[in-house]
């Protein structure tokens, strides 16, 4: 049974940072493109990060900010954060798929639980 599961949500201020883990069971996440979604409240699920097994993407809203990496190891995807702005404010949510790097959500297989992710100005 695949499970993924998100940790490292929190509230904090505007130009902080936080580092998201994606913790995920049942699969072998480097043989996985894991992305990285959030979805702010009457907002649709967007895109933030993917990263394949050698390389990762991340959205324009969130570069030069948002690093995703993996630690195949500890088969844990994480992502950090830094100068978070009030507009970063969502559910943070990880995903599984076993194609080829898409920002679509609907092409992700699996899903974990979300993280809240508060930025307060």
């Known amino acids: 049974q695949v499970q993924l599961v998100e940790s490292g949500g929190g509230l904090v201020q505007a130009g902080g940072s936080l580092r998201l883990a994606c913790a995920a069971s049942?699969?072998?996440?480097?043989?996985?493109?894991m992305g990285w979604f959030r979805q702010a409240p009457g907002k649709e699920r967007e895109f933030v990060a993917a990263?394949?097994?050698?390389?990762?993407f991340t959205a324009d809203s969130v570069k030069g900010r948002f690093t995703i990496s993996r630690d195949n190891a500890k088969n844990t995807v994480y992502l950090q954060m830094n100068s978070l702005k009030p507009e970063d404010t969502a559910v943070y949510y990880c995903?599984?798929?076993?194609?080829?790097?898409?920002?679509?959500?609907?092409?992700?297989?699996?899903w974990g639980q979300g993280t809240q992710v508060t930025v307060s100005s």
């Open positions: 049942g699969l072998t996440s480097s043989m996985y493109v």
């Open positions: 990263i394949t097994w050698n390389s990762g």
């Open positions: 995903a599984a798929q076993k194609g080829v790097l898409t920002i679509n959500p609907s092409q992700y297989n699996y």
